[in-house]
Antibody
Framework: QVHLPQWGAGLLKPSETLSLTCAVY????????WSWVRQSPGKGLEWIGE???????NYNPSLKSRVTISRDMAKNQFSLQLRSLTAADTAIYYC???????????WGLGTTVIVS | DIQMTQSPSSLSASVGDRVTITCRAS??????LAWYQQKPGKVPNLLIY???TLQSGVPSRFSGSGSGTHFTLTISSLQPEDVATYYC?????????FGQGTRLEI
C-alpha cells in the first residue's frame, strides 16, 4: 500500500515561493505520474501538474509560468515550487499518484498553505 | 484545452434513491475519465477509472458509463454515507482537468 506523506511551509507572504515535498513509501516511481492538486477554500479541485519517473513534466497552462515540479529518485520524493505567490494561491495542496493512464489512486493528506 | 462540465452543481436526494451525475467533455476523450468522491474535510477518493471500472473497495452501488464526450456516475441506492462532492477528471492527456464538482446532499 503506497503512502504519501507531504510537508512544507504553511504560512507565506505575497511574492514568496511555496515549496512542498511528497515522499513515496511502499511503491515504485516507475509507471506512474506524480501529481500536485490544490483546492482553494470552498472551491473545487485544480490540477497543478505532474512528473513521471523519467522527469517528464506537464503543467496546468494557467500556472505554468510559476510552477516547477521535480523529483529525487534516490530519496523517492517529488516536489512542488510555486513562485510569486498571491492570496489567490491560498489552498490545500495535495500530492497524488496516478498510473500512466488511470485515475489518482493514492493521495497525500494535504498541506494547508495560507498566503497573507 | 478540453473543458469538463458537470451537472448538476448540487442535488438533494433521499436515502434509497437512484442518483445520476453527468460529466461532459468539450472534446472527445475516449474513456479516459475518472470519478472521485470527496467527503467534507477529507481527501478525494478514486471511485471509478476508465469511465466504468470500479476501483477496488468501492461499493457496487456506484457505477460509471459513457465514452467520448458524455459520461455519467450513478449511485443505484443512495446511502447516508454518500453525502459528498463528486468530481470527474479527464486523463487522456495534460492538462488533466477536473470538473467543477457536484455536491450531493441527503
Amino acid at each position: 500500500q503506497v503512502h504519501l506523506p507531504q510537508w512544507g511551509a504553511g504560512l507565506l507572504k505575497p511574492s514568496e515561493t511555496l515549496s512542498l515535498t511528497c515522499a513515496v513509501y511502499g511503491g515504485t516511481f516507475r509507471g506512474y505520474y506524480w501529481s500536485w492538486v490544490r483546492q482553494s477554500p470552498g472551491k473545487g479541485l485544480e490540477w497543478i501538474g505532474e512528473i513521471n519517473h523519467s522527469g517528464t513534466t506537464n503543467y496546468n497552462p494557467s500556472l505554468k509560468s510559476r510552477v516547477t515540479i521535480s523529483r529525487d529518485m534516490a530519496k523517492n520524493q517529488f516536489s512542488l515550487q510555486l513562485r510569486s505567490l498571491t492570496a489567490a494561491d491560498t489552498a490545500i495542496y495535495y500530492c497524488a499518484r496516478a498510473p500512466v493512464l488511470g485515475g489518482k489512486d493514492a493521495w497525500g493528506l494535504g498541506t494547508t498553505v495560507i498566503v497573507s | 484545452d478540453i473543458q469538463m462540465t458537470q451537472s448538476p452543481s448540487s442535488l438533494s436526494a433521499s436515502v434509497g434513491d437512484r442518483v445520476t451525475i453527468t460529466c461532459r467533455a468539450s472534446q472527445g476523450i475516449n474513456d479516459y475519465l475518472a470519478w472521485y468522491q470527496q467527503k467534507p474535510g477529507k481527501v478525494p477518493n478514486l471511485l471509478i477509472y476508465g469511465a466504468s471500472t470500479l476501483q477496488s473497495g468501492v461499493p457496487s452501488r456506484f457505477s460509471g458509463s459513457g465514452s467520448g464526450t458524455h459520461f455519467t456516475l450513478t449511485i443505484s441506492s443512495l446511502q447516508p454515507e454518500d453525502v459528498a462532492t463528486y468530481y470527474c477528471q479527464k486523463y487522456d492527456s495534460a492538462p488533466r482537468t477536473f470538473g467543477q464538482g457536484t455536491r450531493l446532499e441527503i
